[in-house]
């Protein structure tokens, strides 16, 4: 029973890197002149480069630089989660569109296509969340690889607890499978076209309960 597991997961693996190297791939092609337009309107609008580089922690706690379009001032602080910015103190004007619609993360689809990240999967932290870090490595999620979006993004993301935060990443690595996959990449892609937040602190209070 515990080989056939194991021989399941190792196909799972194999295809979902096979779908994040295409999905990826054709992403970042179709995407390009959307993604141009964005860092020039983000060089136009703040100073500062358009790209934001932050050391994340990755599968099996190796560490890379995860990118994204900056969304904030210079100045801001740059080594603490963005729960604690949420004042939007430290938020551009055009960061807070790219924040309310998640095209911030658009950059990560690099991050995608060079192993270091999956389209979905456990959000990568920052080194120092270390009680995430420590309930991952307890669960096993930290052996993913950390996702554009995940079960945490559409279950409450900054609004939720770090245990909460936890719990979800130990059930996501429980349950591997690509129908649950779909499922999160469609709920994210629901709460981004729609305009209604997948991500609100009522969703995150719903799951508390």
């Not at 295409?22 to 500062?48: D, H, K, N, Q």
């Not at 990240?117 to 052996?143: F, K, N, Q, W, Y």
């Not at 999160?184 to 995150?204: C, H």
Request: hydrophobic share 40%; charged share 30%.
């Amino acid at each position: 029973m515990l080989r056939k597991k194991r021989r399941r997961e190792a196909r799972y693996r194999v295809l979902k890197r096979t779908l994040d190297l295409v999905f990826s791939s054709l992403l970042l092609l179709f995407l390009a002149l959307p993604m141009l337009l964005l860092a020039i309107a983000i060089r136009l609008t703040s100073r500062g480069p358009a790209i934001f580089r932050q050391l994340r922690v990755g599968r099996g706690g190796k560490l890379f630089v995860c990118l994204k379009f900056r969304t904030m001032v210079t100045d801001a602080p740059s080594n603490c989660p963005s729960a604690e910015l949420r004042d939007g103190r430290y938020v551009t004007p055009i960061g807070r569109f790219l924040r309310r619609t998640s095209l911030d993360e658009l950059p990560q689809l690099w991050n995608v296509l060079r192993g270091e990240m999956s389209l979905v999967g456990p959000r990568p932290l920052i080194p120092c969340e270390e009680l995430v870090h420590t309930l991952r490595r307890r669960s096993g999620a930290d052996r993913l690889r950390p996702g554009i979006t995940g079960l945490s993004q559409v279950r409450g993301r900054d609004f939720l607890p770090d245990l909460d935060k936890a719990r979800l990443d130990a059930r996501y690595a429980r349950t591997l499978h690509l129908g649950g996959d779909v499922r999160i990449v469609a709920e994210t892609l629901f709460g981004v076209f729609s305009g209604k937040d997948v991500f609100s602190a009522q969703r995150a209070s719903n799951f508390q309960k």
